[in-house]
């Protein structure tokens, strides 16, 4: 349906981050007095099953979570996670990819095949993918864990609100001893 | 001040500022974070109740002393309830009595797809039903008043779709309404000795008609009036589908779903050309509002089964909206080479080293077929694939009295060995009277007793076994090794999952014994309360034979490593990361090739 909403989908696997990303679109877009709603599933996601968080913010949003189709952007955390949303795209909407695959356990043990070139079969596709390695970005920060807010930086290009807004969330989301090095790992994906 | 909020977490800051003294409940998906955000709250004392019967006992207690209370579960927990929940609604209440009941629409997490709704009628209380966030904090204070005012427990009922979404709340402070009174010697709470049920029953059908007259004045019943050509009457998450889908029609919002707000549905419905009655699962606003006569469409523009969303209405309702001129956006298939990533017992989860064990005694024993009649909690996920361990699992505490029942079916046991499978938060909800039966009644069956010391499906709860309770007082747990002798069990054995070969003995011990005999694998959940990470094991790559023993564990952090053996047979590797370090496989490996450095 056509109206203003801006619908953002982070996708991913249990423990990625997946949660304080969505956290922070959520709370930029009502600090700067959007209409918010917010939706993931509960209970299988601490059981390696995949983490799709609905973010939806405009003047009034009615529905909690998008429809196939109606995504601005899919960010997604992992691979598989990406190609399996990517049908949720608009059709000139945008995924950002980070490039990290966790292998589900029917992969592992020989059962299932993990899909080749993934970015490839979004391209082919028609999709228009902006790839992000936030691991290995993460890894020369020192510290694995930020990939969820290097990946926030990225989306923050795509996205109407300021450098200076996104800061101000992020501190107030992740703990003190934590704050420069989440807020050096925006910058670092904002400057992608 | 504004907050973005979880609907279980409005509910329970709901709770707070209606006044709420007392607060129990059960954990259970989608409903438990309502219970974890109230015992954050001053003023409110919370409980993890050991079922939900219990709860509302507990419940009942605590409102007829005067005070307002809320109780807790989840669709299939109201089924346990329902007993002593059907008596309150003919005594009526003393202090508010407000039942939070959320439905798993779509069995995300459940055995079963149910429609609570049902229940208001059978029980003859009011219901509400949220729509989003600021609605089920609103509602929880709207429910109480309407307890206190019209003498009846109040039903507010919501869905995955409210439950775990998030949206804006406008938060209030807290008013705290009610002191303790009760009187002992009221004739109201005694049926036959106060008051006869009867006559009981016929105030309720009095308290009925009184709340009808409410509900077409009640706010929470709203028109919203837009083209008179369509006119839909909806409630709950279906509500915020069709205002996004359709916003230009005619709306009539129920947020008091019974009884029915009777001349509000007759008003509306006279002055729209066609009425459609949009909701999901049961048809039960649609029967009502058809039984009053009034023509309308539903059932057969809508599934009756799953969750709805806009995807799925903006297919069923495409007529409708092609008439209003919208075009609906492309839905494309899903790309090519996907796989699925199923939910799994996590790395070194004790249930995983348990059914291996249960395996291997099978491999053993051919001549006999082990059954397995399961329970509730994170190994029902060993009814499915890769490890179709269980036979069924239907309900908290069931598996006992299933395998005890199935026992007397098969003549002789027909070669068959019978177990059950069951966690301590389980037995400890339900499964006791089902031991005690199996014990009264001399069964022949196996119990299997996975003690993970947690609650771990939903979550990593605290439970009486661990003797922590939901605000984290710690006092004595409750000792299931004593309760199981204290009902007489004989054959119990008690052994660490972790330990392979005992644990394969054990079973087999148990299974050879003629009556109850019990295995009670005592093992602490790798994930909750807290997670557990020792030293990750690895595999010495050239002792790999890739005989894949180690992989029929199904273990999440054994993964092929990408290298082959001589005959051509792929090697296992162990992803460090994931490795949880509790040794299972190392006993598993027949060529020594697993070890901790």
């Known amino acids: ?192 | 001040m504004k907050e973005i909020m979880l609907g279980n977490n409005a509910i329970a800051r709901g709770a707070y500022e209606a006044g709420t003294k007392v607060a129990v409940g059960y954990p259970g998906t989608p409903s438990t974070e309502i219970m974890q955000a109230v015992r954050q709250y001053e003023g409110i004392y919370s409980e993890w109740s050991v079922n939900e019967k219990v709860a509302m006992d507990v419940a009942i207690g605590a409102c007829l002393g005067g005070i307002r209370t809320m109780v807790v579960m989840k669709h299939a927990g109201l089924n346990v309830a329902s007993d002593p929940f059907y008596p309150i609604s003919f005594m009526g209440v003393n202090g508010g009595l407000v039942l939070v009941c959320s439905d798993d629409v779509g069995a995300v997490s459940s055995p079963t797809e149910q429609d609570t709704r049902i229940y208001a009628k059978l029980f003859h209380i009011p219901m509400l039903e949220p729509s989003d966030s600021q609605e089920a904090k609103d509602f929880v204070a709207l429910a109480f008043d309407i307890s206190e005012r019209f003498d009846t427990p109040v039903f507010l009922r919501t869905t995955n779709g409210v439950s775990h979404s998030m949206g804006i709340v406008a938060l209030g402070d807290r008013v705290e309404k009610r002191q303790p009174v009760f009187d002992k010697s009221s004739p109201k709470f005694r049926p036959q000795g106060g008051v006869h049920p009867t006559v009981m029953h016929q105030n309720v059908h009095d308290r009925l008609k009184r709340l009808e007259d409410y509900a077409n004045e009640a706010e929470v019943n709203r028109i919203e009036w837009g083209d008179r050509r369509i006119g839909i009457i909806t409630s709950g998450t279906p509500y915020q589908y069709l205002k996004e889908l359709l916003p230009e029609a005619s709306f009539l919002k129920l947020g008091l779903t019974y009884p029915l707000a009777g001349a509000l549905i007759r008003h509306f419905a006279d002055q729209v050309e066609e009425v459609l009655v949009i909701e999901e699962l049961e048809p039960f606003l649609e029967e009502q509002i058809s039984a009053m006569g009034i023509p309308v469409k539903g059932s057969e523009l809508r599934p009756a089964v799953g969750a709805l969303s806009v995807e799925i209405l903006s297919e069923r309702l495409k007529d409708l909206l092609t008439k209003f001129g919208k075009s609906l956006p492309e839905r494309r298939p899903p790309l090519p080479g996907l796989i699925i990533r199923f939910p799994t017992l996590c790395a070194g989860c004790p249930h995983l080293a348990v059914y291996y064990a249960v395996r291997a005694v099978q491999k053993k024993n051919k001549d006999r077929e082990i059954v397995i009649m399961g329970d509730i909690g994170c190994y029902s996920l060993g009814i499915a694939a890769p490890h179709n361990m269980l036979s069924c699992a239907f309900a908290m505490g069931s598996g006992i009295s299933a395998a005890h029942g199935l026992s007397h079916a098969l003549p002789e046991n027909a070669g068959k060995t019978i177990l059950a499978y069951i966690g301590d938060s389980t037995f400890l909800h339900a499964g006791m009277p089902a031991l005690l039966n199996a014990m009264y009644n001399q069964s022949d069956i196996t119990v299997i007793l996975a003690d993970n010391r947690t609650t771990a499906m939903t979550g990593g709860q605290e439970h009486a076994g661990t003797g922590v309770t939901l605000t984290g007082d710690v006092h004595g747990p409750a000792r299931i090794p004593d309760i199981i002798a204290s009902l007489g069990v004989r054959d119990i054995h008690q052994v660490d999952p972790y330990d392979y070969k005992a644990t394969r003995k054990a079973i087999e011990a148990a299974i050879d014994f003629k009556g109850v005999s019990i295995v009670m694998a005592t093992g602490a959940c790798r994930m909750f309360p807290a997670k557990i990470k020792e030293e990750p094991f690895r595999v010495v790559s050239e002792r790999c034979t890739g005989c894949g023993m180690c992989l029929s564990i199904y273990c999440p952090a054994l993964i092929l490593s990408g290298e082959k053996t001589g005959k051509g047979k792929p090697k296992v590797k162990i992803d460090p990361f994931i490795c949880v370090g509790c040794s299972f496989c190392s006993q598993v490996c027949p060529a020594d090739a697993i070890g901790s450095r």
């Not at chain 1, 059709?91 to 966790?102: D, E, S, V, Y």
């Not at chain 1, 020369?140 to 990946?151: D, E, H, Q, R």
Request: proline residues 4%.
């Open chain 1, 1 to 192: 349906m056509e109206n203003s909403t801006k619908n953002i989908l982070i996708v991913g696997v249990g423990g990625q981050g997946v949660i304080l990303a969505s956290n922070a679109v959520s709370e930029i877009a009502m600090a700067k007095g959007f209409d918010v709603k917010k939706n993931e599933s509960h209970g299988q996601s601490q059981r390696g099953g995949t983490v799709p968080s609905h973010v939806r913010y405009g003047q009034k949003v009615y529905a909690p979570v998008i429809a196939r189709g109606e995504a601005d952007i899919v960010l997604a955390f992992e691979e598989l996670e990406g190609l399996r949303f990517a049908n949720f795209l608009k059709p000139n909407g945008k995924m950002i990819l980070n490039r990290q695959r966790i292998y589900p356990p029917r992969v592992s043990s020989g059962m299932d095949t993990y899909p080749e070139d993934i970015p490839k079969t979004l391209r082919d596709h028609g999709i228009d993918v902006v790839e992000v390695d936030a691991l290995q970005m993460a890894d020369k920060m020192g510290n694995a864990l930020v990939v969820s807010t290097i990946l926030l930086g990225v989306l923050s290009k795509y996205l109407e609100f300021s450098s200076e807004e996104w800061k101000e969330v992020i501190g107030q989301l992740v703990p003190e001893k934590h704050r420069s090095v989440n807020l050096d790992a925006f910058e670092a994906g904002r400057a992608i």
